[in-house]
């Protein structure tokens, strides 16, 4: 397996629309590790392919639901390999999150997703899934679905900000 390098905005590329994925072949899965160990050395919760330089509809997720109290052990990371998703049905519920993005270091930005939705996709073997999520799940597939269509989550952002980290006092003065 390798890293790759992430693409950053505002390079071109990442405002193309990806392209199907035709070939389920040995290249293919070796792209799929590959997402797998970037996005993890990064680290992030999801990778879509034209993040990597790739024009392929294709993303990986990895994400641990929250623990159903704070002394329960972490629930173990569910790995998701979509190929050429597409939203089948979303909540008319709306909600406000926060998120950031691999491609856009150094900002975070509220945006509006759909609370829950399904996605029907294929596998990283040609298998036809359907996935349904809600919640933080459910953002996560919407960011890196946005970015098979060349749309960025500061393109939807009602505010952007740069993140202060939370060791570093503010003060204000009047």
Known sequence: MALMEIVTFPDPSLRLKAKPVKKFDKELQTLIDDMFETMRAEPGVGLAAPQIGQSL????IEYAEEPETEDAPQPKPKRYVLVNPEIVQSS???VEGMEGCLS???LIGKV????ALTVKALTRHGKPQKVKADGWMARIIQHELDHLDGILYIDRASEIYEPVPEDETVEITE
């Open 57 to 60: 509809r294709l993303i990986v």
């Open 92 to 94: 008319e519920e709306m």
């Open 104 to 106: 856009v270091p150094g």
């Open 112 to 115: 509006d997703r759909h609370e």
